[in-house]
């Protein structure tokens, strides 16, 4: 069968059993308050993973919760032109998140199932999917304030052959990083020491680069810095701003 008219097949399924589930279930009422967590917060498609990966909900309270979910592509991420779209073309869809409405029970749990409908991408292709609790009717004597956090889930769908490539130039107390790759990885418990006193190190920021992200890095001191780099398959340790040695692929 034709991939195109498979990936519509497989969409619309998903969207009427989605919604004949949520709109049976309604005859339940929203408690007055909702406790929901994930069970995590990122989701990582790598060319050796399988094209579906699910999230737990969890609902801590003892009413039901009502979630909907919602998937957005992240255009030009971690740039002043980051655009934030809703993924609606159902003739090409990347990336589906089923089911999009669901109730989880008091102290339950319930999956939601994310698919990967890429065959291949040149570059990451970056992804936030946006998990809403929803409030029921209040009662006529219920008062006080409710506070329902939603949850955006990053997203990534690396290509086949994935490379980072930080590179880093010095200025005048800062530094300079900038990804040349085709994918992303995080800068994490980075740390700059005194160049005299070894002991008198300060900590630094976190930061994700994303494939063609520039980052300029203000620093509390001279000499190199240091980080864990994490790309999604395991972390190295990196030296920035002496002798660099880059990291060209995994």
């Known amino acids: 069968m034709d991939f195109q008219l498979s990936r519509q097949s497989l969409v619309k399924n998903i969207c009427r059993n989605t919604f004949t589930g949520f709109f049976a279930s309604l005859v339940f009422s929203l408690p007055a308050q909702a406790d929901m967590t994930l069970s995590r ?39 002043a032109q980051e655009k934030r779209v809703p993924v609606q073309d159902m003739k090409n869809i990347p990336l589906v998140a089923t089911p999009k409405k669901l109730i989880v ?97 300060e900590k630094l920021p976190n930061r994700r680069l994303y494939a063609g992200n520039t980052w300029e890095l203000k620093t509390p001191f001279s000499g190199p810095v240091y980080y864990e780099v994490d790309d999604g398959s395991g972390v190295k340790n990196r030296t920035f701003g002496a002798a660099d040695k880059k990291l060209t692929s995994r």
């Open 41 to 79: 917060m990122i989701v990582d498609f790598q060319s050796e993973t399988l094209h579906h990966q699910d999230v737990t909900v969890f609902n801590g309270d003892q009413g039901n919760l009502y979630v909907t979910v919602n998937v957005f592509e992240i255009l030009n991420p971690g740039t």
């Open 105 to 201: 029970p008091g102290n339950s749990q319930k999956n939601v199932r994310l698919v990967s409908l890429e065959e291949s991408v040149s570059k990451d292709r970056i992804f936030r999917v946006n998990f809403s609790p929803a409030l029921g009717k209040l009662k006529a004597r219920t008062s006080g304030i409710r506070i329902l956090a939603a949850y955006d889930n990053l997203v990534i769908i690396r290509p086949e052959k994935p490379v980072i490539d930080i590179t880093t130039e010095r200025k005048s107390g800062r530094i300079v990083f900038q990804n040349k790759g085709n994918s992303n990885a995080i800068l994490q418990n980075g740390y700059q020491c005194h160049p005299e006193k070894k002991k008198q190190c």
